[in-house]
């Protein structure tokens, strides 16, 4: 059990080494799961060492999501009691929003250019087609609308009642991935699944 005199001495770099590395996700960011198949196989057949082997158990998306995400929606949970909820979920706000920028200029870079229809291209099937259920509802040369009706981040963090924290972990990365791959592109929502709407509607506007 936490002791609260040392967890709220925690500051921001404390607190950050005690998140799982795999903690912050979103669109784009999902490891393992980003990998092609052959890219699987070719890291499974350079293992050597027995803790490097194939995972014999098979699991499903959403068991892997929920193993991946369980420890740290208990340590957040946990966090909010003895630090308060607000301080809590704006800080991961925050976090979320400038590893998401990074990461959007770390996409940039891998691109071939950071146009607007290079980055939309991102959600383009088969993209997360094991992990989201979607629809293209607008694409134009400056408008990109996409409608998800089913996330896996969302099922997760719902079923652990932690919908708030997904929110700030996960969703709020949104509105920076674009802006960090081109300040000219901007994403528009006022809908997600994570905060109990039907969907999420996910616009992207060209403003150059």
């Known amino acids: 059990m936490l002791k609260k005199t040392s967890v709220k001495k925690l500051d921001r770099r404390q607190f950050l080494k005690i998140m799982p590395a795999c903690s912050l996700m979103c669109l784009g960011t999902g490891g393992v799961m980003a990998l092609t198949p052959s890219e699987k196989t070719s890291s499974l057949q350079e293992a050597k060492h027995k803790f490097d082997q194939e995972f014999k158990r098979k699991l499903t998306y959403k ?31 925050k976090y979320t929003y400038e590893k998401m920028l990074k990461f959007g200029e770390e996409h940039a870079k891998r691109s071939p250019n950071n146009s607007f229809q290079t980055y939309v291209s991102t959600f383009r099937p088969p993209r997360y087609d094991d992990t989201l259920t979607k629809e293209i509802v607008e694409d134009t040369e400056k408008a990109f609308e996409l409608k998800v009706t089913e996330c896996i981040w969302s099922t997760v963090f719902r079923e652990a009642k932690a919908g708030d924290i997904g929110y700030a972990s ?39």
């Not at 208990?74 to 706000?93: P, R």
């Not at 969703?171 to 994570?194: E, Q, S, V």
């Open 170 to 208: 996960i969703c709020y990365g949104d509105y920076a991935w674009p802006k960090g791959f081109n300040p000219k592109i901007k994403m528009i929502r006022d809908k997600t699944l994570m905060q109990g709407h039907e969907c999420c509607n996910h616009r992207y506007v060209w403003e150059g």
């Open 63 to 93: 068991q892997i999501f929920n193993l991946q995400y369980r420890e740290f929606i208990q340590l957040t949970k946990a966090l909010e009691e003895e630090m308060g909820k607000e301080k809590i979920l704006e800080f991961l706000k």
